[in-house]
């Protein structure tokens, strides 16, 4: 199981960004998977995750603005983000588990860095 965040950067606030997260040696559809996030100096936090059954769970307070969502023709699962904060930079990263979406996965990717500044 690989997994592979990438299409982070800089992007000012208010502005989008799409995340993405290329996975291979499993199908995303027989795995939960989800995005995750650690700003400097502070925990790792969940962001989104998308069940096998392909249920969505989502952090309230980053509901309105992200949308998680996966392509199973291309075994690559998307992260959209609008209306980015200061707060919203930190490493993110996604992680897959054989059994459901919760906060310690079983396997992790290499983050993608995003920077919200102006």
């Known amino acids: 199981v690989q997994l592979q965040a990438y299409e982070g950067g800089l992007v000012q606030p208010g502005g989008s960004l799409r995340l993405s997260c290329a996975a291979s040696?499993?199908?995303?559809?027989?795995?939960?998977i989800g995005w995750f996030r650690q700003a400097p100096g502070k925990e790792r936090e969940w962001v989104s995750c998308?069940?096998?059954?392909?249920?969505?769970y989502q952090t309230d307070s980053m509901k309105s603005r992200f949308t998680i969502s996966r392509d199973t023709s291309k075994n690559t699962l998307y992260l959209q983000m609008n209306s980015l904060l200061p707060e919203d930079t930190a490493i993110y990263y996604c992680a897959a588990d054989m059994s459901l979406c919760r906060l310690h996965m079983d396997y992790w990717g290499r983050g993608t860095l995003v920077t919200v500044s102006s």
């Open positions: 998308i069940s096998k059954s392909g249920t969505t």
């Open positions: 040696g499993f199908t995303l559809d027989a795995y939960a």
